[in-house]
């Protein structure tokens, strides 16, 4: 029933800002889950870039806590992604999802957008 979607530039420069916004629906990003980026790069796995809860709440990953920021907007039911000072590593299909909330963090997931392509090039 909850359907994510993913939308913003599919093509950023080297060093400056990528932005994604995740439009939820079947759901309100106040419930008690973590509402989450998760990105692949070519060749390599997936990978969990951070959250936020139903409270405001965020985690990240330690490898790009200093880089990324993810905020919401309850109003329209939506939240965002900020990655700042991107290279060509950060290519990489990235993926909005909602993960089970525990007392700690976030756990599994169980629904995810379809996906978006950023390439990351000058």
């Known amino acids: 029933q909850v359907q994510l979607q993913e939308s913003g530039p599919g093509l950023v420069k080297p060093s400056q800002t990528l932005s994604l916004t995740c439009t939820v629906s079947?759901?309100?990003?106040?419930?008690?889950?973590?509402w989450s980026w998760i990105r692949q790069p070519p060749g390599k796995g997936l990978e969990w870039m951070g959250a936020?809860?139903?409270?405001?709440?965020?985690y990240y990953n330690p490898s790009l806590d200093s880089r990324t920021s993810i905020s919401r907007d309850t109003s329209k039911n939506l939240f965002t992604l900020q990655l700042t000072s991107v290279t060509p590593e950060d290519t990489a299909v990235y993926y909005c999802a909602r993960l089970q909330a525990g007392p700690d963090g976030c756990t599994e997931f169980d629904y995810w957008g379809q996906g978006t392509q950023v390439t990351v090039s000058s």
């Open positions: 936020v809860r139903f409270n405001g709440n965020t």
């Open positions: 079947g759901g309100s990003i106040t419930t008690n889950n973590c």
